[in-house]
């Protein structure tokens, strides 16, 4: 299930899945919403919002990639599409290739 907020560099980034993506405008000229992106990252919103009815490795594909790009933003790295992109399938990969990988990863320390 994806998480409704995450906590990143003391804010709190809402999170929102739903079929809604299109601006008006492109609602206006009759953009096929099938076509269009399944996630948006708004920095200054504090917020991604996911599109309904993904199949579950896409869904986790745009929800990293759009995390991706508030780490981006909050760190000031400047990285382009294609490397958010194509970091978000790696990560993907990654963490599906290990399942304990994440478990690992949120292990309280002392």
Avoid: W, Y
Avoid at 83 to 93: A, F, K, N, P, V
């Amino acid at each position: 299930m994806i998480p409704t907020e995450l906590k990143f560099l003391g804010q709190t980034i809402t999170v929102h899945v739903d079929n809604d993506l299109l601006t008006e405008r492109e609602k206006q000229i009759g953009v096929d919403p099938d076509r269009m992106c399944c996630g948006i990252a708004s920095e200054s919103d504090l917020d991604i919002r996911l599109r309904e009815g993904m199949d579950p490795t896409r869904e986790r594909r745009v929800f990293i990639h759009e995390v991706l790009h508030h780490i981006d933003d909050g760190f000031g790295i400047g990285m382009d599409e294609r490397q958010i992109h194509t970091l978000s399938t790696g990560l993907d990969l990654m963490i599906q290739g290990n399942p304990d990988l994440a478990g690992f990863l949120v292990q309280r320390r002392s």
